[in-house]
């Protein structure tokens, strides 16, 4: 949906097709959070479209962020919709957030679950050069290692791996960050992020996999996916 209603579009952060991820209890993907209402350093950051796990345009916000609270332009959802399929299910969504850049310029984004896999697929409509970078947020229990140019291997507190690989025209690199679950509590995470500059249209395809490597033996510390996410409890 929307970033916030029009009438009152106070608290809106400009995270549109942003998305998190968890395997079983663990959570994996994860937004930056809320750690301040009044420090605007950290309040513009944290609704900012790099502190979401979505795509972002010439560094540019998918809706315009103004101050502590408020919002100016706003991204529009353009189209979405949902298909189960037979080991998950198919989510897709599109937004004009970055219309003003170009008039034609809209971001599509699909994503499909399945048996050990997570598919996700970024569309970009338009014309023209520019630089998109994808974010991926990672909650502070995991570690990273970039294994190559486009693939990271992320390593969950229970021995279990997971792979990112991204499209091969982006170039994947890590940053330090932190996320906050409550108030003044900013705990130190890691973030991947994809980045080129690309002639538009462009599709880009990504996959978060349950393994590195070779499917698990018998007895191996890591193990596939199931096929259906469940959230941890609150």
Do not use: M
């Amino acid at each position: 949906g929307p970033p916030g209603p029009d009438q009152a579009a106070s608290h809106g952060h400009a995270g549109t097709l942003g998305f998190e991820f968890s395997l079983g209890q663990q959570r994996i993907l994860v937004d930056t959070g809320l750690s301040t209402y009044e420090d605007l350093r950290y309040r513009a950051y944290e609704r900012s479209t790099a502190a979401h796990n979505t795509l972002v345009v010439d560094g540019k916000n998918s809706s315009d962020v103004w101050g502590l609270f408020k919002l100016g332009r706003r991204a529009r959802i353009v189209d979405t919709g949902y298909e189960e399929q037979a080991c998950g299910g198919r989510l897709y969504a599109a937004h004009n957030g970055y219309s003003r850049r170009r008039a034609d310029l809209v971001h599509r984004r699909e994503w499909s679950l399945g048996a050990g896999c997570l598919a996700l697929e970024d569309q970009l409509e338009g014309a023209g050069e520019h630089v998109v970078c994808v974010y991926f947020h990672l909650h502070p229990s995991l570690n990273v290692d970039i294994e190559s140019p486009r693939q990271a291997r992320i390593s969950l507190p229970d021995g279990v791996t997971l792979a990112l690989t991204v499209d091969s025209r982006l170039a994947l690199s890590v940053e330090e960050s932190y996320c906050s679950a409550r108030f003044d509590d900013r705990q130190p995470n890691k973030v991947l992020r994809a980045e080129a500059r690309l002639t538009l249209p462009v599709s880009l395809h990504h996959e978060l996999t349950g393994w590195v490597g070779p499917a698990p033996s018998q007895g191996s510390r890591e193990r596939p996916w199931p096929t259906v996410d469940t959230p941890p409890q609150a």
